[in-house]
């Protein structure tokens, strides 16, 4: 696959992921102030409150992992302009051709993404 290639790929994504970031971030155009709250809904049933809390939470927990996404866009981007994308930041090594199409944004070779995640959770039980 080549640069220019390879460089459209990683833009569309990033610009999916941006839009999808920002309908995320504000859900049927309403802020954070005009956000339901407990005080402000007290004939609300405790378990409607419940369920729109964990709802949020659950939006908040996909919006970070899309903007985690985003940035590894970006930082493929800034490896593509300097002639590094490709390459595991680990090891040196090449990355799967197979393995960028999955995950363009990857920054490790399979071997080394797993050896990270392994650390992850090892020190996740940990704590």
Known sequence: ????????????????????TGKLSMPNGESEADAPS???DYDQHPADMASETFERAKDLSILIGMEAKLTDIERALERLAAGTYGVCEACGQPIGEARLEASPGARF???DQARSERKVSS???IA
């Open 1 to 20: 696959m080549d640069k220019a290639e390879i460089r459209k790929r990683l833009e569309a994504q990033r610009r999916r992921l941006a839009e999808l």
């Open 38 to 40: 407990e005080l402000g």
């Open 109 to 111: 070779c399979r071997a």
């Open 123 to 125: 020190v996740s039980r």
